[in-house]
T-cell receptor, first 113, second 113 residues
Framework: DVKVTQSSRYLVKRTGEKVFLECVQD?????MFWYRQDPGLGLRLIYF???????EKGDIPEGYSVSREKKERFSLILESASTNQTSMYLC????????????FGSGTQLSVL | AQSVSQHNHHVILSEAASLELGCNYS??????LFWYVQYPGQHLQLLLK??????LVKGIKGFEAEFIKSKFSFNLRKPSVQWSDTAEYFC???????????FGTGTRLTVIP
């Protein structure tokens, strides 16, 4: 079965810190995504990547950047963490142009104090 | 960008009751439609999807959804819910040929035994 692994389940950071969230998938998927999940707002797409070194902005890219140096790994970077970035971050991956099925990681609950 | 609306934020039902969760989207072109489910403490997972063909699609655990193009809707149904259906349900849409998925705000379903 496909596995999408997020490096941390819980993370606590201070305002202004640079934060790295790592995601690795083991099924050779071309497409990888970062979402944030907030109560009442559902899942909002931050960035996605359809190939190595390629990235596309989602709905809410401000304050975030991403890196995809290898096919299996997609990193989300908070350049200077702020309290409004406290959230659950979900990584997902899928295969093919139409992404018939997204596979999700278990999420990273980030708290910025 | 796509817009996906789920008007029911929290639905509470007794076991054996019938379920219908609404989903409407804004894009006028060809779309692919999905329902994802997140059981308590678990990853998001695919419940069912519509790409083309029969507008009535069946998914896992007795769920089905009907695509009504004229209404831009993809409502989720189940004739008789069980306590184990307690979860959060997300409708999602992508444009045909695109690989980024837009999610609704989610509907929390609580089934009372």
């Amino acid at each position: 079965d496909v596995k999408v692994t997020q490096s941390s389940r819980y993370l606590v950071k201070r305002t202004g810190e640079k934060v790295f969230l790592e995601c690795v998938q083991d099924m050779d998927h071309e497409n990888m995504f970062w979402y944030r999940q907030d109560p009442g707002l559902g899942l909002r797409l931050i960035y996605f990547s359809y190939d190595v070194k390629m990235k596309e902005k989602g709905d809410i890219p401000e304050g975030y950047s991403v890196s995809r140096e290898k096919k299996e790994r997609f990193s989300l970077i908070l350049e200077s963490a702020s309290t409004n970035q406290t959230s659950m971050y979900l990584c997902a991956s899928c295969k093919g142009r139409q992404c018939e099925k997204l596979f999700f990681g278990s999420g990273t609950q980030l708290s910025v104090l | 960008a796509q817009s996906v609306s789920q008007h029911n934020h929290h639905v509470i039902l007794s076991e054996a009751a019938s379920l219908e969760l609404g989903c409407n989207y804004s894009y006028g072109g060809t779309v692919n439609l999905f329902w994802y489910v997140q059981y308590p403490g678990q990853h998001l997972q695919l419940l069912l999807k519509y790409f083309s063909g029969d507008p009535l699609v069946k998914g896992i655990k007795g769920f089905e959804a009907e695509f009504i193009k004229s209404k831009f809707s993809f409502n989720l149904r189940k004739p008789s819910v069980q306590w184990s259906d307690t979860a959060e349900y997300f409708c999602a849409v992508n444009e045909y040929g695109a690989n980024n998925l837009f999610f609704g705000t989610g509907t929390r379903l609580t089934v009372i035994p």
